[in-house]
């Protein structure tokens, strides 16, 4: 058990020794940062006021047209909507018109057989 304590010992200060060089590393390798360094940066990637005003300008151009469309096309759905409506109505109004009408021509047939029989059943007496 001791030689295993022992091992695990030189482990832990093996891997101490590695973290203290890493960290002694690490700090060799930063660099001061300057102002000038930070105004450099900001310059290169900075949006000026204008520049910013103008994209949001276009930004809400844009939405603005979208929008519109969208007004434009809700319309054109409503009125698709309506006139469906309409040509439903319509065709069930048709359908029950056809429905009378036939029921018309059904009734003035049967009165007109009737009319034939009575008048096959005169000729013949």
């Known amino acids: 058990m001791s030689s295993c ?15 203290q060089k890493h960290m ?4 060799n390798n930063k660099q001061d940062v300057t102002t000038y360094d ?4 900001l310059k290169d990637h900075m949006v000026t006021k204008e520049e910013f ?5 276009k930004i809400e151009g844009r939405l603005d047209s979208i929008e519109n469309r969208l007004i ?8 698709i909507k309506s006139d469906l ?13 056809h429905a009378k009408d036939i029921l018309k ?8 057989e009737k009319e034939m029989t009575q008048m096959r059943l005169a000729y013949q007496h």
Not at 72 to 79: G, H, K, N, S, V
């Open 85 to 97: 409506k309409k040509l439903s109505e319509r065709t069930l109004e048709d359908s029950d018109a």
């Open 5 to 19: 304590r022992g091992y695990y010992i030189i482990e832990v200060n093996e891997i101490k020794k590695n973290k």
């Open 53 to 57: 005003n103008g994209f949001k300008d």
């Open 38 to 41: 930070i105004l450099d940066f």
């Open 24 to 27: 002694s590393e690490q700090n």
């Open 105 to 112: 021509l059904q009734r003035r047939v049967e009165k007109m």
């Open 72 to 79: 434009y096309l809700t319309r054109e759905i409503a009125d």
